[in-house]
């Protein structure tokens, strides 16, 4: 559905959308016991999946539960506290509020992830969300991946290579690309030249400045917390309960890199979703932007948005990036009827369907829609 920017009224949009923060109300105690019911919903798959991967080697089921934990300590807990989403709520704990979230030594028990908290909070909260779609967002699928989509290597190679990519994504790409963003940040600041790309061997290499970050504030302290320290818990019940963990853990990243990819990768990229190659100006813009730019999956009950990481009221969010979870759900019908006042498409459909559309994107099957220049704001 191709939409004529210039029929769209940016001043009415905008005013539609700011009048949804009047019904939404400020953040409340309620909204913070929903989190944390969320939050001992992953961390007892978690405990439940490690109680289980000992028992025998290759635990398919233990790996799943570990994952799913994994999973929701990023899409549940991080994601919505790091963008602030309960520092108002009145006496909330310091350590769900986006200043202490994960810093320091609480990063072990808040969010132990291969990705830097510091650095995905920067590409992510500011360079993603307030460039979403252009040359800037460090989250555009087409720009990342134009070397595939332009390559001349056999169409069934480059499926090989997105699923295989897919498997460990969170370590070959995003922990090094939101370290990028972030050194590049500082570097702007200091007057040095900025690193264009992550795909180069001093990114990697620990003797680098670059690498050595990458390892000791990235790779290592993941490694040392899944791979080292949970297995060496079960070593009382022997070497083989602990070589099973092992085995588990390292089964259980292969899940949560999918898992994540899947619900992660389709919310901007496919054929029928827009980019675009100048930054917007204006608020009514900005507002279309995260609509035209964005997909919704399926939504339903809590245990539904669980499994999806609250990723599927992805519009919702980029409206509203600094909400609870609970509030995505009350306002979902309410940005629907506006994107239908507007003429806007709102869409919305199964995880699977919109992960296909995006890995066909990624090796060059499909295109991505393009706004190459940019209409003037009323607002």
Same mark, same amino acid.
């Given at each position: ?19 949804? %923060? ?23 798959? #978690? ?15 233990? #790996? ?13 807990? #991080? ?5 602030? #989403? ?7 704990? =310091? ?31 500011? =360079? ?24 001349? @290597?056999?169409?069934? @190679? ?30 702007? %600041? ?32 993941? @490694? ?56 917007? %100006? ?32 992805? @519009? ?24 239908? =006042? ?22 060059? %099957? ?14």
């Amino acid at each position: 559905m191709q939409i004529q920017r210039a029929q769209v009224d940016h001043k009415q949009l905008a005013i539609d959308i700011y009048a949804i %923060k009047k019904t939404i109300g400020k953040p409340t105690i309620e909204d913070l016991q929903h989190l944390r019911k969320v939050e001992r919903w992953g961390r007892g798959l #978690a405990v439940l999946g490690y109680l289980i991967a000992w028992v025998f080697p290759f635990n398919i089921l233990g #790996a799943l539960l570990i994952s799913t934990g994994n999973i929701c300590r990023w899409a549940n807990v #991080a994601h919505p506290v790091m963008h602030g #989403a309960y520092d108002k709520v009145p006496d909330v704990p =310091k350590h769900y509020t986006r200043k202490r979230f994960a810093k320091g030594w609480r990063r072990i028990i808040d969010w132990m992830d291969w990705i830097e908290p510091e650095s995905w909070d920067y590409e992510h909260n500011t =360079k993603h969300h307030y460039n979403l779609g252009e040359k800037s967002d460090p989250d555009n699928v087409a720009m990342n991946l134009k070397w595939l989509r332009e390559s001349n @290597i056999p169409m069934w @190679i480059r499926y090989v290579i997105v699923i295989s990519f897919a498997c460990i994504w969170k370590i070959a790409y995003y922990a090094p690309n939101t370290l990028k963003v972030q050194t590049n940040s500082e570097r702007e %600041k200091r007057g040095e030249t900025q690193h264009a790309s992550f795909i180069r061997l001093a990114a990697w290499s620990p003797f680098s400045e670059d690498g050595f970050r990458l390892w000791t504030r990235c790779y290592l302290p993941y @490694i040392s917390f899944r791979f080292v320290l949970m297995p060496l818990l079960f070593l009382p019940l022997g070497v083989d309960a602990a070589l099973n963990v092992l085995m588990a853990s390292l089964l259980a990243e292969v899940f949560t890199n999918l898992h994540s990819f899947f619900i992660i990768t389709p919310n901007h990229s496919a054929e029928d979703v827009y980019s675009f190659e100048e930054p917007s %100006k204006g608020r009514g813009e900005f507002y279309l932007r995260q609509i035209i730019g964005t997909v919704n999956y399926k939504t339903g009950s809590d245990r539904f948005d669980f499994l999806h990481g609250w990723l599927n009221y992805q @519009i919702e969010h980029h409206l509203f990036p600094s909400l609870p979870l609970n509030h995505y759900q009350k306002m979902q019908p309410i940005v629907k009827e506006i994107c239908k =006042k507007h003429n806007l498409p709102y869409r919305q459909e199964g995880v699977f369907k919109r992960a296909r559309m995006t890995i066909e994107l990624m090796v060059g %099957k499909t295109n991505q829609l393009v706004i190459k220049c940019r209409v003037p704001a009323e607002y």
